[in-house]
């Protein structure tokens, strides 16, 4: 693939990082953390600039014309700012609900403009994404428990997987109705999670052409890009501060070994980029793709530890107080390291295909 951007990504990678920039400061993501919420302000404004227009189609006829280039390009930049909204959580919603020509009608403009806001449910206490246990009743009524719901408590709508006629589909529910009861978690990124109890809860079945295995490569290979997003972001922040930081009379950055320290932080980094971006550019051609968004997931999460410890150990004692903002993108890193399949979970549907015999001529 060509890894150059279009004039037309450098015009969107412009627009959204100047946006994030002016409305979303540091210090009221603090405050967010503090009170466990989310900004639902700055994702009104999101909805407001048109950036979900990356995840419908306007016109409803499927995927042309939009590249998952362009939303993978936005999901990293909304990470490298640590926002508190739910861009990938309903990126995947999205995908799935437009495919459902019943329900898209009615909730893809409601979705869009920020009056709704979807997110998926899928793993179980079992905490496996091959695993689908609970069942919808024949009179379409879910009762069961879904565990780990990036901002579930927040969210107006949960795409639920789950099983009813011996088949495993989505179902569209509404959080804010009866039966539906949260349990919030405290994440390592301090962003919103929960635990979800649904008793005897309408649940809509999708008539949908995705599949549970599609949603959860497309939620793969985006957390992949918000590892990436992360580390990218301590890089840039570490390599500022080794320019300016000052030991035995000059910068810390004119000493080999913290040179060696950045360039491997960069190397691990551009890796990482191009393992997801590759990801991506598979499924935009239709490709399932398992083997190469697995790869790209696990490469990502392996690397997030090495860059940030490193970021951290450049930094110094600088690097640990919560005044210095480095401390948003080890928690988030290490946080999107473990969504969406850890290393081992990835390496795991790696080794699946391992014995299949590869023509490489």
């Known amino acids: 693939m060509n890894l150059d951007p279009t004039e037309t990504q450098r015009l969107l990678e412009e627009t959204v990082r100047g946006f994030l920039e002016a409305e979303a400061p540091y210090d009221r993501t603090r405050k967010l953390e503090a009170d466990q919420g989310w900004d639902a302000g700055l994702w009104g404004k999101v909805c407001e600039q048109g950036f979900l227009d990356l995840v419908f189609n306007a016109q409803g006829a499927g995927h042309d014309g939009r590249s998952l280039l362009d939303l993978g390009l936005v999901v990293e930049l909304f990470a490298r700012r640590a926002v508190m909204v739910p861009i990938l959580e309903v990126a995947v919603a999205g995908r799935v609900l437009e495919t459902s020509p019943a329900l898209a009608s009615e909730w893809v403009p409601e979705v869009a403009a920020g009056r709704a806001v979807p997110v998926p449910a899928i793993l179980e206490a079992g905490d496996r994404f091959d695993s689908v246990d609970l069942e919808v009743s024949a009179d379409g009524h879910l009762t ?23 088949e495993c589909d989505f179902f569209w529910v509404d959080a804010r109705g009866e039966g539906v009861a949260f349990e919030p978690l ?136 919560e005044e210095n903002d480095l401390y948003f993108f080890t928690l988030r890193g290490k946080e999107r390291s473990l969504a969406w399949g850890s290393v081992e979970e990835c390496l795991a549907v790696m080794a699946e295909s391992a014995a299949t015999e590869v023509d490489w001529f």
């Open 144 to 166: 069961g428990t879904k565990y780990f719901v990036d901002y579930g408590q927040h969210a107006t709508h949960h795409l639920v997987a789950a099983n009813q006629g011996g």
């Open 186 to 321: 405290l994440s390592v990124g301090r962003t919103p999670v929960a635990v979800v109890r649904y008793s005897k809860v309408p649940a809509q079945r999708l008539d949908a052409q995705a599949s549970l295995a599609e949603a959860i490569r497309l939620g793969r290979a985006l957390a992949a890009l918000q590892c990436v997003g992360s580390m990218q972001a301590s890089l840039d922040m570490t390599v500022a501060y080794a320019k300016v930081r000052e030991q035995f009379g000059q910068p810390i950055g004119r000493f080999q070994a913290v040179r060696h320290h950045c360039a491997n932080m960069a190397s691990r980094v551009a890796s990482a980029r191009l393992l997801a971006l590759e990801a991506l550019s598979a499924l935009d051609r239709g490709e399932q793709a398992d083997v190469r968004v697995a790869a790209a997931k696990a490469a990502a999460s392996r690397a997030v530890p090495e860059v940030l410890m490193l970021g951290h150990q450049i930094h110094g004692g600088n690097g640990v107080i």
